[in-house]
């Protein structure tokens, strides 16, 4: 991981995304973090992965519901599966 001041990577805005191509690039303003500039592709990784996370959290909160289930064929007739 690359860690930038805002201030040079304001100057060399081109070279920060350079170099975010092959690893994270942090940018800090007086020592906090302010942003991070990472490749398109580890972007698209991170939010499959979210999604993935999200999904999975539906489910295990829908098993945890009480009542009825509902049989698998009477749920593909309702969806116009069968």
């Not at 906090?32 to 999200?54: G, M, S």
């Amino acid at each position: 991981m690359i860690t930038l001041a805002s201030s040079d990577a304001r100057k060399n805005f081109a070279d920060a995304v350079r170099q975010a191509q092959s690893d994270p690039v942090v940018i800090e303003k007086r020592g906090q973090r302010e942003a991070v500039i990472i490749a398109p592709e580890l972007f698209d990784r991170f939010v499959e992965a979210a999604e993935e996370l999200e999904d999975i959290t539906a489910f295990d909160a829908a098993m945890e519901e009480e009542g009825d289930n509902i049989p698998w064929d009477e749920v593909k007739a309702e969806l116009g599966w069968v």
